[in-house]
């Protein structure tokens, strides 16, 4: 069992960054795959980033790729996700997500265990 604490959200204008982190539980982080989802209201849940569990490889879409960069701390048991040049289409609130045998890092049902989301809100 995972428990992910997100953190780091806020109000930014358009052109500005963020860095949200997001804090697990337990003692196997290191044999989890990460990703960072969104949802804006009135819409699906949509992929943002992903790490794998060692932290060589990095999975982004094109939405959002240049701007974001997903890191991990394997020591610290978190996860990280750096904004930068944001725009009020990346309003949304944000997800940590934790998978187990993630095979397909951009879709959500690979993953198993999610934290409650913070608030992003990038202001024109």
């Known amino acids: 069992q995972v428990q992910l604490v997100e953190s780091g959200g806020g109000l930014v204008q358009t052109g500005g960054s963020l860095r949200l982190s997001c804090a697990a539980s337990?003692?196997?982080?290191?044999?989890?795959?990460m990703g960072w989802f969104r949802q804006a209201p009135g819409k699906e849940r949509e992929f943002v980033a992903a790490?794998?569990?060692?932290?060589?490889?990095?999975y982004y879409p094109d939405s959002v790729k240049g701007r974001f960069t997903i890191s991990r701390d394997n020591a610290k048991n978190t996860v990280y996700l750096q904004m930068n040049s944001l725009k009020p289409e990346d309003t949304a609130v944000y997800y940590c997500?934790?998978?187990?045998?993630?095979?397909?890092?951009?879709?959500?049902?690979?993953?198993?265990?999610w934290g409650q989301g913070t608030q992003v809100t990038v202001s024109s």
């Open positions: 997500a934790a998978g187990v045998r993630t095979v397909r890092p951009g879709r959500p049902n690979e993953y198993n265990y």
């Open positions: 337990g003692r196997t982080f290191s044999s989890y795959t």
């Open positions: 790490i794998s569990r060692s932290g060589g490889s990095t």
